[in-house]
């Protein structure tokens, strides 16, 4: 009687796991986001444009890392051990914020540890529910989707905690607690990292390389000395966005340039839906900088309905607004994606991007619309319907970013693929720090002159409105390329399945 090999785990349960330690990633991550530009510019002392294009910078280079990171994935350690360290890495960096020693350098030597620790994690991460799901494009939609929807459950706690926390018990605490929660997160991937042993790309599968380990560990402490010093300089910083944007759109053109004629309608097509995806995240970049700042001097925090106080939020928690929203739209998407499959509609994702971009134009009109017309404090009301068009015009762009990348590339370069899409976002990241700068508020300016910022706001409010306008009025021009190379790379699909 022959033994029987092992079955391999079901695909929800390996996708439970990934979910899991992601969920405690984004739980650090946004904890720190709600509070880092609030500490920069009410602990540190920062003025609006050294602030907004700091984190700006910082955004972009840990948007940015996991193109590298990804490589390391594909080829040097494997998709599950990168995202294991970088979970390790971003632990530390979360507890390096934490001791609050009050200093910029020390500011710039914890973001350098997190933009590192985000480069091995976030790539890899997205790479192991792509490879889970792989070959299955309708379930490609539907895991991404709800992927983007658990994972903000982590987020949104941490949105609300840890501006709560740091009004009780001043900013170290917080950023402890981040850490505190990824901590977690990787000794659950431990216990149950056996559910993904099938799952991973070639270098997963082969014993550990010490020899390569320690290589990689030697060029992070280097890399992140460099990180410090780009940290620094503002001008360091922008040349190095730029060039990661020009070694980016480099490596695409080689690897079209490479790539078989099968597969090019296909790449195509991720490229083209990947720089829409880019232009997003520099209205998305406007949540952590001017919307919070915004929110900070010039929206009431007291939400109230037919004259009673319902609930209070600090600028910093109106952030969690946005995932709020992604955890209530999430499911009704799912749903909708699943209805149009059963009934043979079609949906193609480049017409949910179009609808998600007039989405957003429609929050900013409102947001516009209200700083323009108010001369007292806007209503928190404006800010929880304008991030509910904000955030599911997010669902139907950024969220299936991701699914654009698993679908169109080749899987031989798929992590690293994810990386450069990581990379684009960067850069509109810090494009959208720039553009938060035109409201930004001189130093001679009193944070309560509410007729001087609310202009402020409003004039940027008002340049996003129609640039968000303008993007998809250009989308729907591009909707029959869309089309084409879309039936194109699936007629070279179903011939290679043949």
């Known amino acids: ?18 979910l899991a ?26 003025g609006d444009k050294q602030a907004n294009l700091l984190w700006g910078t910082f955004a972009a280079i840990t948007y940015a890392a996991p193109a590298v990171g990804g490589w390391l994935g594909d080829a040097v350690l494997g998709s599950r051990r990168t995202m294991l360290m970088g979970g390790i890495v971003l632990t530390l960096g ?9 200093g910029q350098m020390a500011l710039f030597a914890a973001l350098s540890v997190i933009a590192l620790g985000n480069g091995l994690f976030k790539a890899n991460a997205a790479n192991l529910v792509r490879r889970i799901y792989e070959g299955d494009d309708a379930k490609i939609d539907v895991a991404f989707t709800i992927y983007y929807m658990s994972i903000n459950v982590g987020s949104t706690f941490s949105l609300l905690l840890t501006p709560w926390l740091q009004q009780r018990f001043g900013w170290g605490p917080p950023f402890f607690v981040c850490s505190a929660g990824l901590a977690f997160g990787v000794l659950s991937y431990l216990l149950f990292r056996s559910r993904l042993q099938h799952i991973g790309s070639a270098p997963d599968f082969e014993p550990v390389a010490w020899g390569r380990m320690g290589a990689v560990i030697g060029a992070m402490v280097v890399a992140g000395a460099v990180l410090l010093a780009v940290l620094g300089s503002p001008s360091l910083g922008r040349g190095c966005v730029w060039l990661a944007a020009i070694v980016t759109l480099g ?42 700042l915004f929110a900070l001097r010039d929206v009431s925090s007291q939400f109230t309905l037919f004259g009673h106080t319902l609930f209070s939020m600090s600028a910093g928690q109106f952030q969690a607004l946005n995932p709020l929203w992604i955890m209530a739209a999430s499911p009704v ?8 499959e059963k009934r043979g509609w079609n949906f193609p ?38 991030y509910g068009a904000l955030s599911v015009g997010e669902l139907l762009i950024s969220a299936l970013g991701l699914a654009v990348v698993a679908r169109y590339v080749p899987a031989n370069v798929g992590a690293f693929m994810m990386g450069s899409y990581c990379v684009s976002n960067g850069v509109a990241m810090y494009l959208g720090s720039i553009m ?13 002159d509410l007729v001087t910022t609310l202009h402020a706001y409003a004039g940027l409010f008002r340049i996003l409105f129609f640039t968000a306008v303008i993007c998809t009025l250009l989308f729907v021009i591009c909707l029959p390329f869309t089309r084409k190379w879309d039936a194109q790379h699936r007629a070279a699909q179903e011939q290679s399945e043949a």
């Open 333 to 340: 998407l799912s749903w909708v994606y699943g209805t149009i």
């Open 251 to 292: 490596i695409w053109i080689y690897l079209y340039a490479k790539a078989e004629e099968a597969f090019r309608p296909g790449l195509r097509l991720a490229y083209l839906l990947i720089v829409q995806t880019m232009l997003y995240f520099i209205f998305y970049q406007q949540m952590v900088t001017s919307l919070t």
């Open 1 to 18: 009687m022959t033994a029987s090999l092992p079955r391999a785990p079901a695909r929800a349960q390996s996708f439970s796991v990934v």
């Open 436 to 448: 938060a700068n035109y409201a930004a508020i001189g130093e001679g300016v009193a944070a309560t």
């Open 21 to 46: 330690i992601e969920l405690w990633e984004r739980f650090g991550f946004y904890g720190m986001q709600g509070i880092l530009l609030l500490y920069m510019v009410q602990r540190l002392g920062f």
């Open 94 to 102: 979360y507890a390096l914020l934490g001791f609050d020693f009050g």
């Open 349 to 386: 994702i480049a017409e949910k991007f179009i609808a998600g971009f007039a989405l957003v134009a429609l929050a900013f009109l409102i947001w516009w619309w209200s700083a323009a017309t108010s001369t007292t404090l806007v209503s928190p009301w404006v800010m929880f319907w304008a």
